[in-house]
Every structure is written in C-alpha cells, then in structure tokens.
C-alpha cells in the first residue's frame, strides 16, 4: 500500500510542471535535482517502516530539588568592582604543553565564551604583563597548580606582584598524576592533596560568594565517573571549600581523612598572599567544573569576564511538512506539540515554536499524517512560521535570483491560501545553501519575495567545531550561527539513538546541549519535523534540558522575535557585523552547497602588500609582462588595486566580486599565476587577517624601501593630487605636526609616516603567515636593478617558464628609471605619476626623520634577522644602521 501511494505522489510530483513551463538548463538542473530529492523520498517510502512504532514516548523526569525561583527575575551579582578598570579582558594561559587534553579544553572553553587568550607554554619565560598603567589580563589560568608553585623565583615574584597590584586572581587545577592513592603537602601553602581518590555525592557549597550563573542546591547523586579525584585539605581560614563529596571507598590506613566529607574544588581568599584563587581537584571533563569555572572567571576578574544570565532561545523546526510518509507527524502528535509549546513557556519566557515549510510536501504523508499536516494549518496562528523554498531545492542550483524567486513566490502563494502568518522576515535555506557561501542570487531573492532581514546558519565560517560559529551581516540580512541539539532527520527512537539513551540524557544533563546553552547568548537550536512524530525526542530534549538548566543555573531563558534576537545578537558581538570570507574549496561542506559553476582556480597566488610609493606599480608592470603571470582586470575608479581586503567597502562586494576580477581563458586552464597588488595592505589592521582566512598558503611580497624616503614620495604624491595640506605646509611643517596641528596636516603625516614603520606592521603579517610566504624586496633595488628583483619573484613563486627581464626592461636615460622594452630605440615607461620629478627634501626635515625612524628601523633589522630570510636586509637598512652606531 505504501509503495502504491508513493508512486503516485512521485508521479503526481512529477508531472507538476503549471509553473515551469519555460525549460531553461536552470530549470532541467532543478528538476534533476529535484527528481533526486523525490527518488530519495520514494526510497524511504518503499522501505519498510515497520520499525517506526509507538512504544514508551521518553517523558523528562529531571526535578529540581531545591525549588528555581520563580519568573527568572533573580540576578546574582556580576562581581564586578572598580579593579576591573584597570584589565583588559583577556586572559592568560600558561598550559603544560602545546597539546595537553586540559590545556585544550580550557582554550575550547575561552573560544566558547569569546574570551580573548594569551596561551603561553609551562617554563617560558612570562609574557609582558602590563601595558601603559594598564593590566594585559583579567585572569591567569594555570593548567597544572604545580607549575605555579614550582615556578622560579623571578617569574613568580613578578606574577605575583602583577596579581596583587592589579587585584588578579589565578585559577589552576590539580591532577591526579600516579594510579595511586597518596596525599602530598602543597610547597608554600598550608594545602594537602589527596590524589587518585573516587568521589560520590557531588554538591555545591550554597555559602561561596562566587556563584553567578551557577545555582547551587542540587546534587549529583552517586559515584562519580572516574577515581581520579584530587581533593584539598587545609589548615588556613584562607581556603573555602567551593564543592562537597563523600570518598567513595574506605583508603583505611593509607590516607587519614577525619571524616568523610571531602572538598574537589577550593576557593583561596587570598589572606596570606594577597592572591584569590580558585582550585579544582579535576579538569573541565567534569560538566559542572565549566559551570563552577565560568564563575570564578567572573569573580576573579572582577566582573570583567562575566557572562550575561540571559539567555535567548529559537527552536527551529525545519522542513515541517517535508518527510517520507510514515515518518510524520500525526495527530497525536500535533496536539503533543502544542502542549509542549505551553509547558516550555514556563521556563522559556515567550516561547514559540518557529516552524519552516516547503508547500510543496504539504499532505503527503500517510492519511493519518495527512490529518497531522492539517492540524498544525489550522492551527497555525499559535506558532512562528517560516519558508523555505517550495520544493525544498537549494538555492545554489539557481542560476539567477529569477528562478529562486519564482520558486520561493509559490510557497508565499501557499502560506497565503492556508492562512499561515509569516511575519519574522526571517527564512533558513535548504541545507544552508546560499548562506554561507554565498550565493547571491539567495539574498536577492529573499529580499524580493519575502523581504527578509534574518537568517541562520550552522556553516558559517564552518560547521565545525561547532564553537567557533559565528554570524554576519550581508547585504542588509542578518545570518546568526545555528546550533544543534543533538537531533538530526534519522533520531526517531530514543532505542535506536546512536550511543543509546544515555548519551542524549548525557548531553542533556551537562554534556554538549548543556553547555550550548551556558556558553552562547543567542542559540537558534535547529530541529526537524521528524523529530517530532515517532518518539517526539526533540519535545523529550528541550523539556529536559530547559528543566535541568533551570536546577543548576540562574540563566533566564527567553524567546523573542528573530528579529529583535539578531538586534541582541549583534549588539553583543558588534565585531562580528562584517563577514569573513573564507575558500569554499577548503570545506567539503560549503563546496557541496556552492555552485557546481564556479570554479575554484580564480584567486591569487601572489599578492603585492605594498606599502604605497615602494615601486608597487613597476612591480605589478613587470609581473603582467610574463606569460604565465596575470593580474585582476582593472575596475572602474579604483583600476588596477581591488582594495578588497582593505576596504569594508570592496570587501563586502562579496567573494563572487573578487573571484570575478580573475579571468581564465577557459574553466580549465591551468597554466596561470594569478596575482594582485594593493599597495594599501601593507599597513591595513584587517588585510593581513581577511588574505590569511580566504587564501591561507598565498605567497605574498613586500617592499621597503628606506622609509625617509617614501615618507617624502607620498608628500609629492598628495601634492600632485592638489592635497590641500600638503600645498599649504612644507614636508617639514607635515611630519613634525603635533596634537595641535590642523586635523588635515596630522591626517597627511600619518599618511607620510605610519606606512614607514615597517616592523610594526610586518609583526601583524607574520602573525598570520609563515616566514617562507613572504619575500622581502629592496625598494632601491626596483629603482636600480629590477630584471635581478624579477628573477628573486620568479624563484618565489616557481613560475614556468623562468624569464630573462634583462632583455625586457631597459633603463631610460629620460625617464631615470627601467622602462619596457618595445624596440631597439623605443621603450614604454610608466606613467608621469610614476618617478616624479622634485626638489630635494629640507635638511630640517631629513634630520628630524633620521631621529624618527632609528627606533623603527631598530626593530626591523631585528625582526628581519629572526625571519632568516634568504634576501639580505636592505642595503639602505644596512646603511642606516651602520650610521646609527
Ligand atoms: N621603473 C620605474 N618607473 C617609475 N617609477 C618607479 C620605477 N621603479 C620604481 N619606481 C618608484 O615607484 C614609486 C611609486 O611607487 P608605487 O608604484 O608603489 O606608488 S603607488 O603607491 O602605487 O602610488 C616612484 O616614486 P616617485 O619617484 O616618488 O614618483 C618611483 O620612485
């Protein structure tokens, strides 16, 4: 019965064609795409589904034991004290090793909460501490307690000094370090561990003043997990215990604990070292040690590097009418749902569900599914509403925003015939495709039919790890990061749930749901229909997690419009409004969901960094005079420098734009060394961040050339461009303007001078690239002997095949600079905007940057000694240091 009836949805859906009448390839691509959608469907319908029963419904059994105050209003204290004024809200890691388990979850932790880090291994010596009057960090962690303690006197002294001076405190964690019970007195502290001890009975201490998000009361019943316990015994009024646990098992002679309550995790006031501190007996494994650990953040930074208790919730349920009969939602289960709706609002505040539907699938289940599909319609003023697109297609397979909006025009016309309110501006593409990466067509089309301002996404910057999601804003949409709860299109059974009923319950009770929840502000939690018929696990989750978070944490849990969400969202992470565009080729998953036209061989190899008035433009000439070397075609006003990880303006043009500037002759040709130059990159603060994300291994070059005297070129420069500052002021009145100098005067020296602190801006760049991807020219050298500054680029890079420059740049006795060779008495030289011709500098103002630079230039022959580059420094580098001494 079930096979007959799928034939004829298959063929019913099949022979729907009203709309698509004219065949174009975009269309024939839709169908197939489509018809593979459709045959994947009739698959699971031929299947038998015999297995999907009703047998026990999971119901959540979770149960506060001390009763959560009531209408989430209650706000403990956010720690926060005048001595956070003086920190910066970072903190600093001191780890075992690079790649320690603890050391990792920690850093996973900080990542999750977007808490800035330092990480430094064990036994370096310690980073600069303070800048200005100012401390580097709120917080210092210490992976291992011991490291601490066994620090060398110098370092300890001035961590110490720094923790008092600026009232930071230290938390640390003590490990079990041998499968034996022993119990070792603390070096400087009146402390004894006890190590390799099994706990059980786990609770907090409710008289701490620490706790913030975490609502002691509760219990952990029963042993817990593993006999690797570390816990304290003191003999100071110094030491609080945080937590309380009972041994489990008799260590008779060997260990004397008078008692047996015993203490994990240990708050020291700092009374004899003038140092708080907080302790734990075990690492971040523990669920409720991240809980504790978010606190004592919290407190020991003195509010600085506390979390907010709001909490702000969406539950998604994706594709509600698109499922294989027999897999739906019933009636029963409908009714289940809104029950669920009314009993979440009590602990979410405002709680809806926010459904998303493709018409298309609409009544196309079994007939009892069918009368499901019916119900949620007619009762569609009691949820959110959502579209997808009509066939559930991808936007990605849509040549052009016409088709996508044709496409997305039926399922309005559906929501308009079955009354169902679609008013959140909010819509979630099929498999994310067309969110991230971006396929414009997308964001036209939404804007069109359904004038949509939100999104969300769980593949931006990548799925994984699903910590580092981010959200963005492009082309007036919000797209907020998309989280799951554990759930996906196959979880209809919590008998058949992959790793059994614990491992939901687990991430449910602490584990990774849980935590989803502590760490993110805004979680847009995405579900799917299916998850709501058979077992109904999504209602069993939600249900369960909202009723244990509530027991253990004084988080506030609310729902509010995705609009006004995307307004919290951003608000709280403004750095993230711009979006970062990465490679779609280097992710499986976004290649997948990324037009099968684009190709993936249309960026740069090369990039020219600059800085501006090096001799770029002679470069980026010479480059394009190679056969296989080929730069972006010039754009209209900004010609041959796309500025696009510059500028927020060309950068938000979108990744499409740049890849467009690249030009192949043929999708598959090979052959080709596509480069660009952009001379402003160089000192930019994002460029270095934005080329690393899109083109990780790209090779770049840089000029210096002697900084006095590209100072005095863009001077010339600006002149030539009727610069208003620089016509009115001398180049020494310009590099000497001081605070009280006119706003245009101090705009142009910084112009002149801040390019020219090479080392400043080198750091940046090595702090995203290798030495190796960076060539290091002499800007003298481009004046003086480019066809050798060719051969260096062309080994860079390993271009084929290698050219002789010697014999197509000539010097121009005319021009006073290398030109290239047309014929034996014609050459082609840049432009007059290119190797002016002016006066000499003032001696006044030479000597003045002479001063200026030394330090600068100082710090870039040190720098450049480090790199080992294969090119020797500078001569000019060379020559100034010499002078200096
Ligand atoms: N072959 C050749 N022809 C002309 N000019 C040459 C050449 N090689 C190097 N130079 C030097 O390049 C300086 C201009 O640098 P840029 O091209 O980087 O300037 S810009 O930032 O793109 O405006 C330019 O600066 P000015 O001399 O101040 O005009 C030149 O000194």
Redesign the pocket.
């Known amino acids: 019965m079930y096979s007959r009836r799928c034939f004829v949805w298959l063929k019913n859906s099949l022979l729907w064609k009203s709309n698509f009448r004219k065949c174009s390839l975009t269309k024939i691509l839709i169908a197939l795409f489509s018809l593979s959608s459709l045959s994947f469907l009739a698959y699971q319908c031929l299947i038998d589904h015999s297995h999907v029963k009703r047998h026990e419904i999971p119901v959540s059994t979770i149960e506060c034991r001390l009763n959560p105050v009531s209408g989430g209003m209650f706000s403990p204290s956010d720690h926060s004290s005048s001595s956070n004024h003086r920190i910066d809200n970072k903190v600093l890691v001191i780890v075992e090793t690079q790649y320690s388990y603890l050391g990792q979850d920690i850093i996973h932790l900080l990542e999750a909460i977007r808490v800035k880090y330092k990480v430094e291994p064990n036994g370096k010596t310690l980073p600069y501490l303070t800048h200005g009057n100012k401390g580097k960090y709120s917080a210092i962690i210490f992976e291992n307690f011991d490291a601490y303690v066994n620090m060398d006197a110098w370092n300890r002294e001035l961590l110490d000094k720094y923790c008092r001076d600026f009232n930071v405190g230290i938390i640390s964690f003590v490990a079990s370090r041998d499968n034996i019970a022993y119990s070792k007195r603390m070096k400087d502290f009146p402390l004894t561990i006890y190590q390799y001890m099994a706990i059980e009975d786990y609770e907090l201490n409710p008289m701490s003043n620490i706790w913030r998000i975490t609502r002691p009361g509760e219990i952990i019943r029963g042993p817990l997990k593993d006999d690797e316990w570390v816990i304290f015994q003191f003999e100071h009024a110094t030491y609080k215990p945080l937590s309380y646990a009972k041994l489990s098992r008799n260590y008779g002679r060997y260990i004397d604990l008078s008692g047996n309550t015993v203490f994990p995790a240990i708050q020291d006031l700092g009374l004899l070292d003038g140092i708080q501190k907080v302790i734990f007996g075990n690492g971040l494994r523990f669920w409720l040690h991240c809980l504790v650990f978010l606190d004592s953040l919290s407190y020991l930074s003195h509010g600085k590097l506390s979390l907010p208790l709001d909490r702000y919730v969406l539950i998604d349920i994706d594709d509600v009418f698109v499922g294989a009969a027999g897999k739906r939602m019933k009636v029963s289960d409908v009714h289940a749902l809104l029950a669920a709706q009314n009993r979440l609002r009590s602990h979410i505040k405002g709680f809806y569900f926010n459904l998303g539907f493709s018409g298309k699938y609409y009544q196309k289940g079994t007939p009892e599914e069918n009368l499901g599909d019916r119900l949620l319609v007619a009762n569609s003023d009691k949820f959110w509403w959502f579209g997808h697109t009509w066939m559930h297609t991808q936007a990605h397979f849509h040549e052009n925003a016409s088709s996508l909006e044709e496409d997305m025009s039926l399922n309005k016309e559906f929501a308009q015939k079955y009354n169902i309110p679609v008013v959140n501006n909010y819509a979630v593409a099929p498999h994310h495709s067309g969110v991230y990466p971006v396929h414009e067509p997308l964001y036209e089309a939404w804007h069109k039919v359904w004038n949509i301002t939100v999104s969300s996404t769980e593949e931006y910057l990548h799925l994984r790890p699903a910590r580092r999601r981010r959200g963005f804003f492009y082309r007036g949409i919000k797209v907020l990061p998309r989280q799951t709860c554990g759930l996906y299109t196959h979880n209809l059974l919590i008998d058949k749930y992959p790793g059994g009923r614990e491992k939901l319950d687990a991430s449910i009770r602490g584990g990774e749901l849980f935590q989803t929840f502590l760490y993110n502000k805004v979680n847009i939690f995405m579900t799917h229909m299916c998850n709501y018929g058979s077992d109904r696990l999504a209602l069993y989750t939600f249900e369960s997690a909202v009723k244990f978070l509530q027991c253990w944490t004084n988080l506030h849990l609310q729902t509010i419009p995705p609009q006004d969400l995307a307004q919290v969202y951003f608000s709280s992470y403004p750095d993230e409004l711009n979006p970062i565009w990465v490679n779609p080729c280097r992710d499986k998953r976004h290649l997948a969901i990324w037009s099968p036209r684009k190709v993936c061989n249309t960026l740069p190899h090369l990039i020219v960094i600059?800085?501006?008035?090096?001799?770029?433009?002679?470069?980026?000439?010479?480059l394009n005079m190679h056969p296989s070397i080929r730069s972006n075609v010039k754009q209209p006003v900004i010609f041959e420098?796309l500025h696009f990880f510059s500028s927020d303006q060309y950068y938000n043009k979108g990744l499409d734009w740049y890849m467009n500037a690249f030009k192949l002759d043929n999708p598959n040709q090979t052959d080709i060394v596509f480069f660009e130059?952009t001379?402003?990159y160089f000192d930019n603060p994002m460029a270095p961040m934005r080329i690393a994300s899109l083109i990780p291994d790209v090779k770049l070059v840089l000029?210096l050339?002697d900084p006095i005297?590209r100072a005095?070129?863009?001077y010339?420069?600006a002149r030539a461009h009727q610069n208003p500052a620089s016509l009115n002021y001398t180049f020494y009145e310009i590099i000497t303007a001081g605070e009280g100098s006119h706003k245009i005067q101090r705009d142009l020296r910084n112009r002149c001078l801040n390019p020219s602190l090479y080392a400043q801006h080198l750091e940046r760049w090595l702090d995203y690239f290798h030495p190796s991807q960076l060539l290091i020219l002499d800007?003298q050298e481009?004046?003086e002997n480019?066809p050798l500054v060719m051969s260096k680029i062309q080994k860079f890079i390993e271009v084929k095949p290698y050219i002789d420059f010697r014999k197509l740049?000539r010097y121009d006795a005319k021009?006073k600079?290398?030109?290239q060779v047309l014929s034996t008495d014609n050459t082609k030289?840049?432009g007059p905007?290119?190797?002016?011709?002016?006066p000499p500098m003032e001696e006044s103002a030479y000597r003045f940057l002479k001063m200026f630079f030394r330090r600068h230039n100082v710090a870039l022959s040190k720098l450049l000694m480090k790199l080992n580059q294969a090119t020797p420094v500078p001569a000019w580098l060379k020559e100034d240091l010499q002078e200096t001494l």
């Open positions: 600059g800085p501006q008035k090096t001799g770029t433009t002679a470069i980026y000439t010479f420098e130059k001379a402003a000029i050339l005297k005095y070129s863009w010339q420069h800007g481009i004046k480019p740049l021009k600079f290398y030109c030289c840049l905007g290119k190797g002016r011709v002016y």
